[in-house]
């Protein structure tokens, strides 16, 4: 096996800043029915992009996970389906409380540290529901990144 120092150097070479994660914070929000609804911006990589003002551009994908009490969990509602449209929301504004918004930190190979949060602006419930019986929720969440040299 190749040593991961050996690849991210390769990495390193192709003009990607590489990053090692110090601290993951998630952000958590609880719904008026007692559901916690738990979302983190993971950095996936750094691209390189000259025309933005720190020379890379952060590539993220949003994790979401919903905890939902057990009497509001439906498994008998559960029902395949392939996309969510309008006509599928239930809630278009569901209400909620902020437990907890902390910022994630990177250090990245350039020298710089990242810090991102997870801010949710909107919560979205849908007629479906998990074959577990959880209601499915969309989550719309905005990035707060601050970069810094070390």
């Known amino acids: 096996m190749i040593p991961e120092e050996e690849i991210l150097q390769n990495i ?8 090692n994660s110090c601290v993951i914070n998630h952000s958590y929000y609880k719904l008026n029915d007692g559901t916690i609804i738990r979302a ?5 990589g750094i691209a390189p992009e000259p025309n933005n003002p720190q020379g890379f551009a952060i590539n993220s994908t949003n994790l979401v996970n919903a905890f939902v009490p057990k009497e509001k969990r439906h498994p008998e509602l559960f029902q395949p389906f392939q ?6 929301i239930t809630d278009s504004d569901v209400d909620f409380e902020v437990l907890r918004e902390n910022f994630s930190v990177y250090n990245l190979s350039n020298e710089h540290v990242l810090s991102i949060k997870t801010v949710a602006g909107q919560i979205r419930k849908t007629k479906f529901y998990t074959k577990e019986g959880e209601p499915i929720y969309t989550v719309h969440t905005n990035p707060i990144v601050k970069i810094k040299k070390k």
């Open 12 to 19: 390193r070479e192709m003009g990607y800043v590489t990053i």
């Open 40 to 44: 983190l911006v993971n950095v996936n």
């Open 83 to 88: 996309n969510i449209t309008e006509q599928d």
